[in-house]
């Protein structure tokens, strides 16, 4: 999977690698930020020997995956999310079936880029978004929160 932005491999793999192609990357994914990748030979040669899929999915999936993860306990980075965004999409598009066993490697944890987590979370617009709760920082006050429902209501 690759992030829409920053997607050669995925140009490349529509076309049957008929043409390397390198692309300005811009992504939310920051790890998997890259328009030229130095392994593309390597690369192409592991998708075909797999009889592999590559496709590029958008930051907005990549953000929801994201948060889907996060919401589990496990907490991942964008660049891992996308592995998620991408099984999601070929689920929903019929090539992976319901009952087929999928591995998405998560390699980043959750705080490798927190400004994207709290950018996320604090648009109430987006699908999953929790946003934070702030209080003042005392015993007395993380009591009141916890008492009032007011972090059981947010779920």
Do not use: W
């Not at 590559?54 to 999936?61: G, K, P, Q």
């Not at 994201?66 to 929903?92: I, M, Q, Y």
């Not at 996320?120 to 993380?142: C, F, G, M, Q």
């Amino acid at each position: 999977m690759q992030a829409e932005g920053a997607a050669p491999f995925a140009r490349s793999f529509r076309s049957g690698f008929a043409k390397r192609e390198a692309v300005h990357a811009e992504t939310v994914a920051t790890a998997i930020k890259i328009g030229d990748p130095a392994s593309y030979n390597r690369g192409v040669r592991a998708i075909r020997e797999n009889d592999g899929v590559v496709l590029d999915v958008s930051d907005a999936e990549i953000l929801e995956a994201k948060a889907v993860v996060d919401a589990s306990g496990v907490g991942c980075e964008p660049a891992s999310a996308a592995s998620v965004a991408g099984v999601r999409r070929l689920f929903r598009d019929g090539l992976i079936r319901k009952g087929e066993r999928v591995v998405a490697v998560l390699t980043g944890h959750i705080l490798k880029d927190p400004g994207i987590l709290i950018d996320y979370h604090k648009d109430a617009t987006r699908p999953l978004a929790n946003p934070p709760l702030e209080i003042d920082a005392s015993i007395e006050a993380v009591e009141r929160a916890l008492e009032s429902d007011a972090i059981g209501r947010r779920r």
